[in-house]
């Protein structure tokens, strides 16, 4: 029997509709995924690249834009497919295995298994999160790469004077996330985020499809108009694996030193930096408009 989370969020949803989608380049209707020409971005006009890398103009972000506004009523196995058959095998996804996450799994597994999906060992990381990966590898036969930074735990905490994550633990998700991130997506052109709109006042923003200025990535969110009811009935019904931390009061889950569990009436990500302000690490922060000269694949130093 699942455990207590799942209990109390699998109860009746309104499934989400299918959407016949009208191409940009086309005049007739056609499945996102299966009838739409593959177009890749290597072959899109609006696409440049550099050294394998999209860079950003404004026509990708129109392009874009207009894909975004598509695939807005779309399933999120639709707009995988449509992520797939556009970039892959440049198209990747990073994952903390939370909920959401282990949902976009096992989409992915069922019609594109080789996608790669990496994991952002912190050195942080609950153990019942690090487990999480052989249950997938089990499930699913996907081995989820764990990608870590080139400093262990004690080099880090040694170079710095003690626990980054104390004082500042925004430097410690740049040192020990994103610089990782950085460096994991060399060579590729978009990447899926599990983020929904309703979990916070920031990712309400998010659009399904992107253009992801800090890593100069096309950023596909499948799952921005799903409900967390939505993600957790997926799980029930397809017994798709989960951290146990979730039934014991932890709705989102980071590294074990800035995560609490939430207490009764509080926002899912309220145990996330608990005493801070700071409510993003930095990945799913949404940029400033993009620009000339966006898109070269460096970090935002505002972000």
């Not at 282990?102 to 942080?124: C, K, Q, R, S, W």
Request: hydrophobic fraction near 35%.
């Amino acid at each position: 029997m699942r455990g207590t989370a799942a209990r109390k969020l699998s109860g009746n949803v309104m499934e989400t509709p299918v959407l016949r989608v009208i191409s940009p380049d086309r005049d007739e209707e056609s499945e996102p995924a299966r009838a739409a020409e593959p177009a890749r971005a290597a072959e899109s006009a609006s696409s440049p690249q550099a050294g394998g890398q999209l860079v950003w103009t404004p026509e990708l972000q129109a392009e874009l834009a207009n894909w975004s506004r598509q695939l807005e009523s779309a399933t999120p196995q639709e707009i995988l497919r449509w992520a797939v058959e556009r970039y892959a095998p440049r198209f990747t996804m990073a994952t903390a295995f939370g909920p959401e996450g282990m949902v976009l799994i096992h989409m992915l597994a069922e019609f594109a298994p080789a996608t790669p999906i990496f994991n952002l060992d912190t050195g942080y990381q609950f153990a019942e999160t690090l487990a999480l990966r052989e249950r997938v590898l089990a499930r699913y036969g996907m081995a989820v790469e764990m990608r870590r930074p080139e400093q262990s735990v004690a080099e880090y905490e040694a170079a710095n004077g003690g626990p980054v994550y104390k004082a500042n633990p925004d430097k410690c998700c740049a040192d020990r996330k994103l610089t990782v991130l950085t460096q994991s997506v060399v060579g590729m052109q978009a990447w899926a985020s599990a983020i929904r709109r309703d979990q916070s006042p920031d990712r309400a923003q998010a659009p399904i499809v992107g253009w992801d200025r800090k890593f100069g990535l096309v950023k596909v969110s499948p799952l921005a108009n799903w409900t967390k009811q939505q993600v957790w009935k997926t799980i029930v019904d397809h017994d798709i694996p989960y951290n146990p931390l979730h039934d014991q009061g932890y709705p989102s889950i980071g590294c074990w030193p800035c995560t609490r569990s939430v207490l009764f009436g509080e926002d899912e990500r309220a145990g996330r930096w608990s005493g801070f302000q700071k409510t993003e690490c930095g990945l799913h922060s949404v940029d400033p408009p993009a620009g000339p000269g966006a898109g070269s694949g460096q970090k935002d130093p505002s972000a």
